[in-house]
């Protein structure tokens, strides 16, 4: 099989059935937006999750009359625990920032002396995220003589921890059926398009042309097409990214165009998915030329 045939007759082909190939280049671009925007809806929803876990981190409030060293020493002990991939240190004059930032009152022209305590902000990955790991950390934390108090919304943890839950469920349920209904939408406008190359392939079979030597062009529109639907299906996304931006509807967290590897998925996806889509509507096309 010469590889020039192949990929002379795989462009000529284009040529011939430019309608249907061009339909069929709009198909796959739309499954592979729906499948891309479905992805980064999840991450996205995930993204602001996580951003909420500021809210629940765990608060170790320090015992205002320790000093610097301890502190220091306190700090050092705090961070030997596995699973704490961020500890931010809140000093006395935090405190009150962040009071007034949030009930718009200065604490220092209410009181002559600030009585908000210095502390340490804690934040655990997700492998020892779980409300036992964390009353297990507070127990042994309580323990030191320099730490006054340790704040845990728990409630706010176990509410958090149920979205994520609950969004991982149905994220992968709905991004099942989005591939589900990709393949076969796909597929019913590559049928389409094998089918306005019936006679092609009824005279290269009538010239005794083998299955292979008859596939082997198609499989190359195949993936030539899935490619320029998976470039136009991460244009799209992108423009439409910008377009949220640049009115000021959104500005999403998480973009296309930060995700390499669903770039990369993308692309891969949609060349197997016509590749594959056209062997197999031409595989049934063989079954009815003699």
């Not at 009115?247 to 197997?272: Q, Y």
């Amino acid at each position: 099989m010469k590889l020039g045939y192949i990929i002379r007759e795989g462009i000529i082909g284009i040529r011939r059935a430019i309608f249907p190939f061009m339909n069929s280049v709009f198909s796959v671009t739309i499954s592979l937006v729906l499948v891309g925007v479905g992805v980064l809806a999840v991450d996205n929803g995930l993204q602001y999750l996580g951003d909420l876990q500021a809210d629940y981190d765990l608060e170790i409030f320090i015992d205002s009359d320790a000093g610097e060293s301890q502190k220091r020493e306190l700090a050092k002990d705090i961070t030997e625990y596995p699973g704490i991939i961020r500890m931010e240190y809140l000093s006395k004059e935090d405190a009150a920032a962040l009071y007034n930032a949030e009930f718009g009152e200065d604490v220092l022209s209410l009181l002559d002396d600030n009585p908000l305590p210095s502390s340490f902000r804690v934040t655990f990955d997700e492998n020892h995220l779980s409300a036992s790991y964390i009353q297990s950390f507070i127990q042994a934390v309580e323990r030191f003589e320099t730490v006054d108090e340790v704040m845990f919304r728990k409630d706010l943890f176990d509410r958090v921890q149920g979205i994520l839950k609950a969004i991982y469920l149905v994220a992968a349920a709905a991004i099942f059926l989005i591939i589900l209904s990709t393949v076969f939408l796909t597929a019913n406008n590559l049928r389409l398009m094998i089918l306005a190359r019936y006679e092609f392939i009824e005279t290269v079979r009538l010239l005794g042309a083998s299955d292979l030597m008859v596939k082997a062009p198609f499989f190359l529109e195949g993936g030539i097409l899935g490619f320029i639907g998976g470039i136009l299906a991460v244009l799209t996304i992108a423009g439409f990214e910008w377009s949220l931006a640049y009115a000021h509807i959104i500005d999403l967290p998480v973009r296309v165009i930060d995700h390499p590897e669903l770039i990369i998925g993308l692309l891969l996806f949609g060349v197997s998915l016509s590749s594959l889509g056209v062997l197999k509507a031409v595989r049934r096309m063989l079954r009815f030329v003699a």
